[in-house]
């Protein structure tokens, strides 16, 4: 108990004291999260109201291959990663290997099926209603389509938190590829990991406490989403 009373006084006062380093990791934290959930829900909401609102062979199969996708290993997600932007790798040219552009590629994989499976998930339960009344009303594709998205739209938000929950939380793929360089690409995870292997388990807490918080108000958003959703 007076562990985490001590890690509290020590945020506390790493907050109020205007720490250059934490708030760069912050800063950095937020930039890199945001940057793959945007990236992540143009892309994955785009795909998961194809797949979801129309039929074509081979559908089981990807929703399968989805879900699969759903629950990847993140350390498996950043040695992919790693593998392809590494010097000898197909894309080592571009020398973004252990940098925040590599952290961004790295936690889009991991998200991107998050988003695209819930999204499809959510369309796939509604589409049939919405799409059969469209054609009922003559209404052409792209207005049933616009329908069908404002009708999922709770769903499809609490599928862009969640994917954005998933990013700030992860560390083994963005250490892989991030390298947790100091002022560079260390984020609030690798930052933890890094102050619990020195020993330094005031600060590691003192972080945590901190990414516990944006962790609570991420999913306190998406709890409100989808309360809203079931009204």
């Known amino acids: 108990m007076q562990d985490i009373y001590d890690s509290m ?3 506390w006062n790493l907050i109020i004291t205007w720490n250059a380093e934490l708030y760069g990791i912050i800063l950095l934290t937020l930039a890199v999260t945001v940057l793959s959930t945007i990236f992540s829900s143009v892309t994955g909401i785009a795909a998961g109201v ?4 129309t039929e074509f062979k081979g559908r089981r199969f990807v929703i399968r291959l989805i879900q699969t996708f759903m629950g ?3 350390v498996v997600a950043g040695l992919a990663v790693f593998l392809f932007l590494s010097r000898k ?7 973004l290997l252990f940098t925040p552009a590599a952290m961004v590629i790295a936690q889009v994989v991991i998200i991107f099926p998050i988003i695209m499976g819930l999204t499809s998930a959510a369309v796939r339960d509604r589409s049939t ?3 059969e009344t469209c054609r009922g009303l003559c209404l052409p594709r792209f207005k049933a389509l616009k329908l069908l998205l404002f009708e999922c739209r709770y769903a499809i938000i609490s599928a862009v938190l969640a994917g954005y929950g998933r990013a700030i939380s992860e560390v083994g793929a963005v250490m892989l590829v991030g390298g947790n360089i100091q002022y560079h690409t260390r984020v609030m995870t690798t930052a933890i990991v890094l102050e619990t292997g020195k020993g330094n388990y005031d600060k590691a807490l003192a972080l945590g406490l901190l ?3 944006l962790s609570f108000f991420v999913n306190w958003i998406v709890q409100r989403f989808q309360e809203n959703g079931i009204r």
């Open 9 to 11: 006084k020590e945020a």
């Open 72 to 74: 990847l290993p993140p």
């Open 89 to 95: 790798g197909p894309f080592g040219q571009l020398s």
């Open 50 to 53: 194809f797949i979801g609102s």
């Open 129 to 131: 209603a919405v799409l």
């Open 211 to 213: 990414l516990l918080l």
